[in-house]
């Protein structure tokens, strides 16, 4: 029940993404004007690190069978997930390094247009 809780909780951050993230581009003290925001922002990055680390845990299904061995889950993780899931949660972490991913120049709008690729996630859901 825990993962089903997990994978419900990144759905939500998919969804404040998708809101918050075209905000950003439009409003340049996006986090000053609205400071929840800038938690909301700061414990998605908790939350995306710890799930890069607790995909390399999770089971899955192959051919109706559930695996459990936690080198085949490692191997399989790599071979998919990984690199998608470490670049996005690497822009999100360098975001939130620089001024509190608050500012508007030019390379943190690419970055954060770049964040928007975290919604292929929702394939992982699936």
């Not at 918050?20 to 340049?28: A, C, G, T």
């Not at 996006?30 to 998605?44: G, H, K, L, P, R």
């Not at 890069?52 to 899955?60: A, D, E, K």
């Amino acid at each position: 029940h825990f993962r089903n809780f997990w994978d419900f909780l990144g759905v939500v951050f998919l969804v404040l993404d998708a809101v918050i993230l075209p905000l950003q581009f439009v409003i340049n003290d996006f986090y000053q004007q609205m400071s929840v925001f800038f938690v909301i922002s700061q414990v998605q990055v908790f939350y995306w690190c710890f799930d890069l680390i607790l995909s390399f845990f999770t089971g899955y299904l192959h051919k109706g069978d559930l695996v459990s061995n936690p080198r085949a889950i490692a191997c399989r993780y790599l071979r998919t997930w990984f690199l998608p899931d470490v670049v996005v949660t690497t822009i999100d972490i360098t975001l939130e390094a620089t001024q509190g991913g608050g500012s508007a120049n030019k390379s943190t709008k690419v970055l954060r247009l770049l964040r928007l690729f975290r919604v292929v996630r929702l394939g992982k859901l699936s």
